[in-house]
């Protein structure tokens, strides 16, 4: 494949990712943060617990990681240390689906006990979504996408697969939705980019 086919798919998850910007409602985003800012106030009586499978999990791991540089008290579900999730705490959920079976199980455990649940997905009426006390709906071609095998049926009707597989496109744009949150929660809890950095790992 030409090196031209990359840079074009990398202008295309770009593009993507710019017009999902405008169409992501903020008072969903000002909510999430508004949790979080809460949470931070509590001086570490209050935890987060990320979660996601897959590449979303990994897309939680990044967002885990700046929030210990912010000074949370942050887990990430699977690791060993992860202690019991109580009715003080939140869980950030993150499924493109929302039917991720592993994750609505996992949310729905902590429900039970309290937790509230951020969904970070691309169906709100998912049974994530359906189980979260706040949703934020990130547009994003998921792995459910609508699909279509008669390639003339998919002209007649101006359906083109984009350049990125399965749910590449929910996945980058909430990493680089999250990285955002990051910089807004810096900006309204006072912490500085030095601080962050006292609180990045010396041992690597």
Do not use: C, W
């Not at 912010?70 to 689906?97: E, K």
């Amino acid at each position: 494949m030409p090196a031209s086919e990359a840079l074009n798919a990398m202008r295309e998850i770009a593009a993507f990712i710019e017009k999902a910007a405008s169409e992501i409602d903020p008072r969903q985003v000002d909510e999430f943060i508004d949790l979080l800012v809460d949470v931070y106030k509590a001086n570490g009586n209050r935890k987060i617990l990320v979660m996601g499978a897959g590449r979303s999990g990994l897309v939680g791991r990044a967002f885990a990681m700046r929030l210990m540089h912010l000074g949370f008290t942050v887990y990430v579900l699977g690791d060993t240390i992860v202690p019991s999730v109580t009715n003080r705490d939140v869980v950030i959920a993150i499924s493109g689906s929302g039917k991720t079976r592993l994750i609505v199980t996992a949310a729905e455990a902590a429900k039970a006990v309290g937790a509230r649940i951020v969904a970070i997905t691309t169906f709100p009426e998912s049974p994530l979504g359906r189980l979260a006390d706040i949703v934020v709906k990130i547009p994003g071609r998921t792995k459910e996408a609508f699909k279509m095998d008669d390639y003339f049926a998919r002209q007649i009707l101006g359906i083109h697969a984009p350049l990125a597989p399965l749910g590449t496109l929910f996945e980058d744009t909430t990493l680089v939705f999250l990285d955002g949150v990051i910089y807004e929660l810096m900006g309204r809890l006072g912490v500085s980019e030095e601080e962050m950095k006292k609180r990045h790992a010396n041992i690597e």
